[in-house]
């Protein structure tokens, strides 16, 4: 049987406790699936230095979905277009195809929490995501994100939030490259 982890709050390492999780099942030889949401962009540039080295590591297979956030003047674009809620829906999608396939021990879902709050996606999508889940559950599901709502908290089996007590952030320092991405 598997279980529903959430990793939420407004502190810093939801994404890396994930990976983190999904190192640990990879090195045990277990087969692990990590999908980003809101997180699609792929290339020169690529945002997320994480994914050099999980595309290395035998049994874990990425899957991101998402378009590109960071805009040339180097700002971010917090407004959703059509494309941010297409590419939501597919992940949701993908997902649930994941989770129905019966090929992983481990799937990790980083920020489907968060789309909830930027109206991605509606509480229900991601319900009916742990519906699935719920159905067969054969593999472990990890969903991060801010923002967990109280339903999702209360199917969950494992809740862990990350406070944020102080950052360096509010003291000016941009996020710096291979710490915050």
């Given at each position: 049987?598997?279980?529903?982890?959430?990793?939420?709050?407004?502190?810093?390492?939801?994404?890396?406790?994930?990976?983190?999780?999904?190192?640990?099942?990879?090195?045990?030889?277990?087969?692990?699936?990590?999908?980003?949401?809101?997180?699609?962009?792929?290339?020169?540039?690529?945002?997320?230095?994480?994914?050099?080295?999980?595309?290395?590591?035998?049994?874990?297979?990425?899957?991101?979905?998402?378009?590109e956030r960071i805009?040339?003047?180097?700002?971010?674009?917090?407004?959703?277009?059509?494309?941010?809620?297409?590419?939501?829906?597919?992940?949701?999608?993908?997902?649930?195809?994941?989770?129905?396939?019966?090929?992983?021990?481990?799937?990790?879902?980083?920020?489907?929490?968060?789309?909830?709050?930027?109206?991605?996606?509606?509480?229900?999508?991601?319900?009916?995501?742990?519906?699935?889940?719920?159905?067969?559950?054969?593999?472990?599901?990890?969903?991060?994100?801010?923002?967990?709502?109280?339903?999702?908290?209360?199917?969950a089996d494992l809740?862990?939030?990350?406070?944020?007590?102080?950052?360096?952030?509010?003291?000016?320092?941009?996020?710096?490259?291979?710490?915050?991405?």
């Open positions: 049987m598997g279980y529903l982890h959430v990793y939420t709050g407004n502190g810093k390492g939801k994404t890396t406790a994930a990976i983190g999780l999904s190192i640990r099942a990879a090195g045990a030889g277990e087969r692990v699936a990590i999908l980003q949401f809101d997180k699609g962009f792929e290339g020169r540039n690529e945002h997320y230095h994480e994914r050099a080295i999980l595309r290395q590591i035998p049994n874990i297979e990425l899957y991101f979905f998402g378009q805009m040339p003047d180097g700002k971010f674009r917090f407004t959703n277009e059509p494309g941010d809620f297409e590419q939501a829906q597919a992940a949701l999608q993908k997902a649930k195809e994941l989770v129905r396939s019966q090929r992983y021990f481990l799937v990790v879902c980083d920020e489907a929490i968060t789309c909830v709050g930027t109206k991605l996606l509606a509480p229900e999508d991601l319900m009916g995501l742990v519906e699935e889940f719920r159905a067969q559950p054969t593999c472990d599901l990890v969903l991060t994100g801010r923002g967990a709502f109280p339903e999702l908290i209360e199917a809740v862990s939030e990350v406070q944020l007590v102080k950052h360096y952030f509010y003291q000016g320092v941009p996020a710096r490259r291979g710490i915050e991405f």
